[in-house]
C-alpha cells in the first residue's frame, strides 16, 4: 500500500476518456457543482475575475451571479479575505500548484470559518486562460484556537517544504503538544505530518518537471531530497510514474492540447 494516496489520478485518466466525453468540457461538471452546500467553486479567467461561481459562493456573497462574474475576490469578498485570494489567483495563473490549503471563508451567515482551498491552473503553464478552484468547508468557527495554530503550521510546510520544520518545532509554533498537532493534522488532511510535507513536495517537483527545463536532479534538491535515488522512490509511490516519466506525460498532453 502506498505511502501517500495518488496525487494526480483525475490528470492521469483523463487521456483516457472518449474524445466525445472531452469535448464536453466543464459545462457538465460545473452543473453538479451547483449542488454542493458545503463547498464553494469557481472559475475565474488568466485576470482572476470570475466566469462562474457556483449556488453556494453565490448565496455565502449574497450577491446574484451578475454582481460576481467579471470581478476579482478582492472586489466581492470583505477586504481581509479577499485580497489574500486575488493574490493567491496570480500565484496560482503564474505555475503554482494549490492543494488542500487550510484558510478562512465565509460560511453561511458571512460569518468567517476555516476551509480546504484546492485551485489549478487551465492552460498551458506559459498561456494560462485561467483557473478552476474549490474551497470545502471544515466546519470551524473561525476562533477555533488549534486551527489557527495548524494554519500557521502548515503555511510553513508550503513555504519552506525544501528545508521544512521538524514536527515537534511546528507542534511548538501552533501552540500544540505533538501528539495533539499529528492527531489535528490527521483530522483535516487525512494524513500524517511527514506525509503532509511529502505531498507538498512532490506537488512541487511535478509543477518543475512539466514547466521548466530543470534536471531531474536538480529538481531533487529544489524540492529537499539531496538522495536522488529517494526522490525517485517517493515520486513514483505518489504518482505512478518515475520523474522522467512524468515529465513525458505532461509534455505528451502540452503537445496533445497543441493539435
Given at each position: 500500500m502506498p505511502v501517500l494516496p495518488p496525487l494526480l489520478p483525475g490528470a492521469k485518466r483523463i487521456r483516457?476518456?472518449?474524445?466525445?466525453?472531452?469535448?464536453?468540457?466543464?459545462?457538465?461538471?460545473?452543473?453538479?457543482?451547483?449542488?454542493?452546500?458545503?463547498?464553494?467553486?469557481?472559475?475565474?479567467?488568466?485576470?482572476?475575475?470570475?466566469?462562474?461561481?457556483?449556488?453556494?459562493?453565490?448565496?455565502?456573497?449574497?450577491?446574484?451571479?451578475?454582481?460576481?462574474?467579471?470581478?476579482?475576490?478582492?472586489e466581492v469578498f470583505p477586504t481581509s479575505l479577499g485580497a489574500a485570494y486575488t493574490q493567491q489567483d496570480t500565484a496560482v495563473l503564474t505555475g503554482r500548484t494549490l492543494t488542500e490549503h487550510l484558510e478562512l471563508h465565509l460560511y453561511p451567515g458571512g460569518k468567517a470559518g476555516w476551509c480546504l482551498t484546492t485551485k489549478r491552473m487551465l492552460g498551458e503553464p506559459r498561456a494560462p486562460v485561467g483557473l478552476l478552484g474549490l474551497s470545502r468547508d471544515l466546519h470551524l468557527p473561525r476562533s477555533h484556537a488549534s486551527a489557527l495554530g495548524l494554519a500557521a503550521a502548515t503555511a510553513r510546510i508550503e513555504a519552506e517544504y525544501a528545508a521544512p520544520p521538524s514536527v515537534p518545532e511546528m507542534a511548538r509554533s501552533a501552540g500544540l503538544s505533538v501528539t495533539t498537532f499529528e492527531r489535528q493534522i490527521r483530522r483535516v488532511y487525512g494524513l500524517t505530518p511527514t506525509q503532509l510535507l511529502?505531498?507538498?513536495?512532490?506537488?512541487?517537483?511535478t509543477a518543475l518537471l512539466s514547466q521548466t527545463s530543470l534536471s531531474v536532479a536538480q529538481i531533487a534538491v529544489e524540492c529537499g531530497?539531496?538522495?536522488?535515488?529517494?526522490?525517485?522512490?517517493?515520486?513514483?509511490?505518489?504518482?505512478?510514474?518515475?520523474?522522467?516519466?512524468?515529465?513525458?506525460?505532461?509534455?505528451?498532453?502540452?503537445?496533445?492540447a497543441k493539435r
Open positions: 483516457f476518456l472518449p474524445e466525445a466525453i472531452r469535448r464536453l468540457g466543464l459545462d457538465a461538471l460545473l452543473d453538479v457543482l451547483d449542488y454542493l452546500p458545503d463547498t464553494v467553486a469557481f472559475v475565474k479567467d488568466a485576470q482572476g475575475r470570475y466566469l462562474y461561481a457556483n449556488r453556494t459562493l453565490l448565496e455565502r456573497l449574497n450577491r446574484p451571479a451578475s454582481a460576481v462574474l467579471g470581478l476579482q475576490a478582492s511529502t505531498r507538498t513536495r512532490i506537488q512541487a517537483a531530497y539531496f538522495d536522488h535515488s529517494a526522490f525517485a522512490r517517493a515520486f513514483k509511490g505518489a504518482v505512478g510514474l518515475t520523474p522522467s516519466g512524468f515529465r513525458g506525460f505532461a509534455q505528451g498532453n502540452a503537445a496533445e
